[in-house]
């Protein structure tokens, strides 16, 4: 299974700003991943972030409001920009092994004022 | 109608009952199942894949009906650990995951 860090694990911040999550894998991978989990929501996919290439976004999520960068196999930030409450929530990235299964960060719980 | 559905719960049973959650997916074209568990403010993490034969491991036990498009899981025993989020996930596509909103179990003494 892969360990990955995830950082920071909280934070509070102002409207109209910006948080940039980042997330370490002990591994190389392909593809990482990054999901948000509203309150009393499930986990919903925000993009796919592959080495080398642009990340791969969900409908509904957009690169100027969520831009991602993958500068390497074990290494990936997602940016949170202007944000606003409606942003508030939890952000995960995970990778997932060659059988499929999902192995996620501890989450970046996030609070916008 | 959302991709994957559970009934949200919460399940309140005491300790060592059995007790069984379902799922079901609205695309016949999903090619993977799995069970995750999510605990109160943590990340899910992976109970166990579900196969078409139905699998078991230790006291859970998943089952897929394909021609129903339904998941279940069932646990026996229950234990005060077990109290958690149970989330129902689907592939639809290449690493493609659905989530359900999960299903809250409360095993109380």
């Known amino acids: 299974s892969a360990v990955i860090s995830q950082k920071p694990s909280r934070d509070i911040c102002q409207r109209g700003t910006s948080l940039t999550i980042q997330c370490q894998v002990d591994s190389q991978v392909t593809m990482m991943f990054w999901y948000r989990q509203q309150p009393g929501q499930s986990l919903t996919l925000i993009a796919t972030?592959?080495?080398?290439?642009?990340?791969?976004?969900e409908s509904g999520f957009v690169i100027d409001k969520f831009p991602i960068s993958r500068p390497n196999l074990t290494f990936s930030t997602l940016t949170v920009s202007n944000m606003s409450p409606e942003d508030s929530s939890i952000y995960l990235c995970s990778v997932a092994d060659p059988n499929e299964k999902l192995f996620f960060g501890s989450g970046t719980q996030l609070s916008v004022l | 109608r959302k991709e994957v559905e559970q009934d949200p719960g919460p399940f309140n049973v005491p300790e060592g009952a059995t007790v069984a959650f379902n799922c079901t997916y609205s695309n016949s074209a999903s090619q993977s199942f799995f069970w995750y568990r999510q605990d109160c403010r943590k990340e899910p993490k992976l109970l166990m894949s579900?196969?078409?034969s139905g699998n078991e491991d230790g006291r859970f036990t998943a089952q897929l009906n394909r021609a129903s498009q339904y998941i279940s899981l069932l646990i026996r025993d229950s234990k005060l650990s077990d109290s958690a989020t149970y989330l129902c996930v689907v592939r639809i596509g290449f690493q493609k995951l659905v989530f359900g909103t999960g299903t809250r179990l409360l095993v109380s003494p």
């Open positions: 972030a592959n080495q080398g290439s642009e990340a791969t976004y």
């Open positions: 579900v196969y078409s």
